[in-house]
């Protein structure tokens, strides 16, 4: 059936390193992608997004890469610091008029020093 | 600007008993939604309202009722809790429901039924 998921459901980095957390998705005609940060005790936060005519959208230390061919998004995050700590959430955004924000599961991210 | 506000933030019922939970948004969001977050299980949408006056039905509605009461507020309801419905719930609302439009989340009611 049709799903956002994940691929690691937790990842370890070093203080400092870069990080990569991948999703993937099986709706091909799914046109609207968005990563959260979700912290312990608040709701998810939107961090950054892309649309299915771009393949690489870069923020503030964020970047996001849309593979369509294979259905795959990651996102990397630049120097990552103890405040990225968190669980992240890609969603695809699918339905009429855009309504229906679907989920995958999360990653948590640990950040050692 | 508070973005979403939901109350309460923590609620115990017993099997059976009956609440309802609140959600307001100070944005000017046309659409506003209810999820619920399970350990392992992301997001799943219980409903929505693309407007004021509409609700719809999202992934997993059964056990709940909502009302759009007006632009700001979009309230949820459990008639007869369940032990399945322990869970976080989280409000958000949107401001542009065409494709392309990130949600806004409040930080969630955390609900235990014993």
């Known amino acids: 059936g049709e799903s956002v998921g994940l691929h690691l459901p937790t990842l370890s980095v070093q203080e400092g390193d870069n990080s990569i957390i991948n999703c993937a998705y099986s709706?091909?005609?799914?046109?609207?992608f968005i990563w959260y940060k979700q912290e312990s005790g608040k709701g998810p936060q939107f961090i950054i997004d892309?649309?299915?005519?771009?393949d690489k959208r870069q923020g503030q230390r964020v970047t996001v890469l849309l593979n369509k061919t294979v259905k795959h998004l990651s996102l990397q995050i630049a120097a990552t610091q103890p405040g990225d700590s968190a669980v992240y959430f890609c969603?695809?955004?699918?339905?009429?008029?855009?309504?229906?924000?679907?989920f995958g599961a999360g990653t948590r991210l640990f950040v050692k020093a | 600007n508070a973005g979403v506000t939901q109350t309460p933030k923590f609620q115990v019922l017993k099997t059976g008993q009956s609440m309802t939970l609140q959600c307001a948004q100070d944005?000017?969001?046309?659409?506003m939604y209810w999820y619920r977050q399970d350990p392992g299980m992301g997001l799943r949408l219980i409903y929505y309202?693309?407007?004021?006056?509409?609700?719809d039905k999202g992934e997993v509605p059964n056990g709940y009722n909502v009302s759009r009461l007006n632009k700001r507020e979009f309230s949820l309801r459990l008639e007869s809790a369940a032990p399945s419905q322990t869970s976080v719930y989280f409000c958000?609302?949107?401001?542009?429901?065409?494709?392309?439009?990130?949600?806004?989340f409040g930080n969630g009611t955390r609900l235990t039924v014993t």
């Open positions: 709706n091909s005609a799914s046109d609207y």
């Open positions: 309202s693309a407007s004021e006056g509409t609700t």
């Open positions: 969603a695809e955004n699918r339905g009429t008029g855009g309504f229906k924000t679907i």
């Open positions: 944005m000017n969001h046309n659409s």
């Open positions: 958000a609302s949107m401001g542009l429901p065409g494709v392309g439009s990130p949600l806004h």
């Open positions: 892309i649309r299915s005519n771009m």
